[in-house]
Nanobody, 115 residues
Framework: QVQLVESGGGVVQPGGSLRLSCTAS????????MGWYRQAPGKQRELVAD???????NYADSVKGRFTISRDNAKQTLALQMNSLKPEDTAVYYC?????????WGQGTQVTVSS
């Protein structure tokens, strides 16, 4: 059973930074793609960023230039460095890993950007 556990959420002022981490119970090298989704109240869950096993990254337009996703297969971790945070970044952030025949999700961590 694969488990993904997020940490690092919290409350931050606009313009501030947070770093989210996701630790996997299994060998993440086996995961084709890992990424971060977010869901704000009343909105659909959306992809924030993902990284493939070969290191290729993909970002939502709304976070390009502000967020950086990184994957450390040796440490079984996925991270999301979030800079220049805006109130519209407020959401529950979920770590996920997926491939053709599977997808795994963490329980989510709350990020609130407010003055």
């Amino acid at each position: 059973q694969v488990q993904l556990v997020e940490s690092g959420g919290g409350v931050v002022q606009p313009g501030g930074s947070l770093r989210l981490s996701c630790t996997a119970s299994g060998n993440i090298f086996n995961f084709n793609t890992m990424g971060w989704y977010r869901q704000a109240p009343g909105k659909q869950r959306e992809l924030v960023a993902d990284v493939k096993r070969n290191g290729t990254t993909n970002y939502a337009d709304s976070v390009k230039g502000r967020f950086t996703i990184s994957r450390d297969n040796a440490k079984q971790t996925l991270a999301l460095q979030m800079n220049s945070l805006k109130p519209e970044d407020t959401a529950v952030y979920y770590c996920s890993a997926w491939g053709l025949a599977y997808d795994y999700w963490g329980q989510g961590t709350q990020v609130t950007v407010s003055s």
